[in-house]
Nanobody
Framework: VQLQASGGGLVQAGGSLRLSCVASGNIYIVNGMGWYRQAPGKQRELVAF???????RYAESVKGRFTISRDNAKNTVWLQMNSLKPEDTAVYYC???????????????WGQGTLVTVSS
């Protein structure tokens, strides 16, 4: 199983970026999918999470600016980031809670991370 994240880059404050993450390989079912971020010198934190049914939750710091969405058929999750701020600068990681076959428990899989840099 592999999670491939993309879409990071350099953007000015107030700008937008859209991150994508695709889960591929031997996958039986994908439960929750989410985005986390880790800024230099800080712990990794949850940014947004969405269940297979589409229920989403967000960190307080991004509510109203970021939107998470997913396509269950494509095992893909997106994070639309608007009104970006310098404090959003971080490496963004996607995570999927998935099972590889019907006999296995679901577990967490992480993508490789994509860097988002917001200049002031």
């Amino acid at each position: 199983v592999q999670l491939q994240a993309s879409g990071g880059g350099l953007v000015q404050a107030g700008g937008s970026l859209r991150l994508s993450c695709v889960a591929s390989g031997n996958i039986y079912i994908v439960n929750g999918m989410g985005w986390y971020r880790q800024a230099p010198g800080k712990q990794r934190e949850l940014v947004a999470f969405v269940t297979s049914g589409g229920s989403a939750r967000y960190a307080e710091s991004v509510k109203g600016r970021f939107t998470i969405s997913r396509d269950n058929a494509k095992n893909t999750v997106w994070l639309q980031m608007n009104s970006l701020k310098p404090e959003d600068t971080a490496v963004y990681y996607c995570k999927a809670d998935l099972a590889r076959d019907r006999f296995s428990w679901a577990s967490d899989y992480w993508g490789q991370g994509t860097l988002v840099t917001v200049s002031s």
